[in-house]
């Protein structure tokens, strides 16, 4: 009886709609892998449930389109914990690209257009967008192209770490560009590109170059 108990509240608490597991697979016959991924054939569902129960581990079907199905025994709570984990810890990796926002005027002085132009760096450097919006007041309206040449500047103030989406853009008292992270390269493959070529490597390459051509001409 308490053997029994134990198979009936293992295969509840672990029952999920993405994968048929124990008394879930009804097929005729399915091809049984092992735990540690040893092939031990085709069989009907009965004898490899039963193979599971006496291995006290989960039939599940992991490949449910195969002729005949795959089914693999595996301890599926154990499965899904790791699984979980793994998921977990991708989200925790995955970087969310967001749009910052840097906001002036077109009368801002330098300290502040450099304290903005570092915020935006920053943003840039974390690998976000940014949007470097200028808003025009009252008779400012009459000067936009102010704005478009501080917009243009602060764009060209971080051509090293971004690339400029659009030009500049009027909307209603806003003027806006978006700016874009620049790929970070490779260090190992900015390191061959910056590192100079000694005499030897260069006869050597001339020489494996005269080879080809000479090969190319007798053919």
């Given at each position: ?71 693999k025994l595996m301890d599926y709570g154990k499965f899904r914990f790791e699984q979980a984990k793994r998921d977990k810890e991708a989200r925790k990796n995955q970087h ?124």
């Amino acid at each position: 009886m308490g053997i029994r108990y134990h198979i009936v509240w293992r295969c509840f608490s672990i029952s999920n709609p993405a994968h048929q597991i124990n008394e879930e697979i009804r097929d005729k016959e399915v091809r049984l892998v092992g735990e540690t991924g040893e092939q031990l054939g085709i069989m009907s569902a009965a004898q490899a449930l039963q193979m599971a129960e006496e291995a006290e581990l989960d039939l599940v079907k992991i490949s449910p389109t195969a002729t005949p199905p795959v089914c693999k025994l595996m301890d599926y709570g154990k499965f899904r914990f790791e699984q979980a984990k793994r998921d977990k810890e991708a989200r925790k990796n995955q970087h969310v690209v967001e749009i910052k926002e840097i906001r002036m005027s077109p009368g801002i002085d330098v300290a502040d257009f450099n304290v903005k132009l570092r915020n935006a760096q920053k943003f840039l450097a974390e690998g976000n967008r940014v949007k470097v919006t200028v808003r025009f007041r009252g008779r400012e309206m009459a000067h936009t192209e102010i704005g478009r040449d501080l917009l243009i500047k602060f764009a060209e103030q971080c051509a090293e770490v971004a690339n400029r989406e659009k030009d500049p853009k009027l909307d209603g008292r806003h003027m806006s560009i978006f700016l874009a992270p620049k790929a970070k390269e490779d260090p190992k493959k900015a390191k061959a590109k910056a590192k100079p070529q000694t005499a030897p490597e260069a006869a050597d390459e001339a020489a494996e170059e005269s080879k080809r051509k000479g090969e190319t001409e007798n053919a």
